[in-house]
């Protein structure tokens, strides 16, 4: 699917590894992504799909994004309510 992969590289690119190593199971803390990291993701994925993934820093309970696939997922409902 073109969305999971797209994730995957900018996540890859974010942490300097190679898309072939996050999968959707991935924890998003194990992979070293901290909050910024995170802002800096969602912020890249929103400018590469047009959208706006309804995360908040300063409420990250409000969007659980723990896993890659949870990010794969939300990114998808943004695509669909566009």
């Known amino acids: 699917m073109q969305v999971a992969q797209t994730i995957k590289k900018i996540i890859a690119k ?3 590894r190679i898309p ?12 070293g992504i901290e909050s910024l990291d995170l802002l800096e ?5 929103e400018t590469q799909f ?3 993934v309804p995360y ?4 990250p309970g409000e969007l659980a ?4 696939g949870e990010l ?8 669909d309510a566009r």
Do not use: Y
Not at 56 to 59: D, S, T
């Open 14 to 16: 974010q942490l300097n």
């Open 20 to 31: 072939e190593e996050i999968t959707e199971e991935s924890d998003l803390a194990s992979l």
């Open 41 to 45: 993701i969602v912020f890249e994925i």
């Open 50 to 52: 047009g959208i706006h």
């Open 56 to 59: 908040n820093a300063n409420a």
């Open 65 to 68: 994004l723990t896993t890659v």
């Open 72 to 79: 794969e997922r939300a990114v998808e409902a943004a695509i």
